[in-house]
Every structure is written in C-alpha cells, then in structure tokens.
C-alpha cells in the first residue's frame, strides 16, 4: 500500500541553524509533493510544491529538493527562528491532483 | 485576505446525535475537501466536491455524508455521530489544480460523548 513516513520524533534545533526535514514515500509515484505548516489547533498552511520534473525549489529562507529515484523529499528551513517552531506536513499528489495523501508531520522545536 | 472559514472551533455532541460542520470559502474555488486529522495518522479524506452539486467518496466515508449546495459552501454531515469521531474536522479549499496549494480553514474539534 502508498505510504509516506516522515520522522515521527521531534526536531529540535538551535537559532541561526538550518532545519532538515525529511518525507520518505513508498509504492508510489507522485507528479507533485507540497509541504505545509502547521500551528497548534489550527489548519494547515501551505508553503510549497514541486514537481515531479524538478529538483529543487526556493522560497525566501525555504528550500524543497525531491527525489524521485530515492523517493525522498527534504524540507530545509535556512536561518532558523523560534517563529519557525511547528509541525511541517508533506503531501504527495498523483497527477490531476485529487488523489493526495498527507505526512503525519513533523514537529520542529527552534530554540532561542 | 482570502479565507476558509469553518462555523465552529470546538463542539461537543452526544452519541447518535446528527452532526453538521459548515465550511464557506470566499475565493470563488471550484474544489473544497473535508479531513479528519488524528494524532500520528495524517490528514484523511472524507469527501471532496469538485463543482456545485458535485461529491465524491474519499478513503473514509462511512458515517459522513456532505452538501454543497452553493460554490462556496460545503457541509459535512454526521448521521449519528459516535465516540470513533472525535477528531479534528479540517475544511479545505482549492482552484483547479485538485488538491494542490489548498488553503485550509482552522478546524472544529469535535468530541462525542
């Protein structure tokens, strides 16, 4: 069965450090992966997408890289401030889009 | 500043009690989508509609049922509500391109006692 793993335990980073987060898929072959954030008690935000066809993606401190062969993206936050302190949900979608599943999400601790 | 509102935050309803969670987007999207949220589980569709009218089963449909009546609202409806619901109900919104950048309301935390 589809499946998407990211790391289940918590990130805990210094200020200033980049934040590494990683989402893994299995039997699956996603045209686009998104990632969102997520506050505590509230809906997700969506931050950004990549396509099948790219290798990476910027916007201003974030940077998406996917993978199709290892079936890996990783979600990199540069400068990291305690603001950044959330839950990061990746989501695989096939093409068309309307078949998407969604990461549990990894929380991110940035400490002062 | 566009928005996916959802008509309550918390709500708590007894068993066998039917249950409506209204959502209203203002940004004219053609594609709204409801998700359950527990904990270590992920986001999982319950219904998505992708016109007025319009409904489709997502992967946990059974005990749920949805209304879209007009573009921008889209109900989601609980027969007979049971304690196996109490979760965090999200709304969601998109344009065309399905469930991709969707923007996401701030959620009802429903428990059923």
């Known amino acids: 069965s589809q499946k998407i793993e990211q790391n289940s335990e918590a990130l805990n980073i210094q200020e200033g450090k980049t934040a590494t987060l990683t989402c893994n898929y299995t039997n699956y072959s996603p045209a686009y992966l998104q990632w969102y954030r997520q506050d505590p008690g509230r809906g997700p935000v969506f931050l950004l997408l990549i396509r099948e066809n790219e290798k990476e993606k910027r916007k201003e401190r974030l940077k998406v890289t996917f993978d199709t062969t290892l079936k890996q993206s990783l979600f990199h936050i540069t400068a990291s401030q305690p603001a950044d302190s959330a839950t990061y949900l990746c989501a695989l979608s096939i093409t068309g889009g309307f078949k998407t599943i969604f990461g549990a999400g990894t929380r991110l601790f940035v400490k002062a | 500043d566009v928005k996916v509102t959802q008509s309550s935050r918390y709500l708590v309803k007894r068993t066998g009690e039917k249950v409506f969670l209204e959502c209203v987007q203002d940004m004219d999207h053609e594609n709204m989508f409801w998700y359950r949220q527990d904990p270590g589980l992920g986001l999982r569709l319950i219904y998505f509609s992708y016109d007025v009218k319009m409904k489709e089963k997502g992967d946990i449909p059974e005990g749920y049922s949805v209304s879209r009546e007009k573009k921008e609202r889209f109900s989601l409806i609980l027969e007979s509500a049971s304690t196996n619901q109490t979760s965090m109900y999200l709304c969601?919104?998109?344009?065309?391109?399905?469930?991709?950048?969707?923007?996401f309301g701030q959620g009802t935390r429903l428990t059923v006692v």
């Open positions: 969601a919104s998109s344009s065309l391109g399905g469930h991709l950048s969707a923007f």
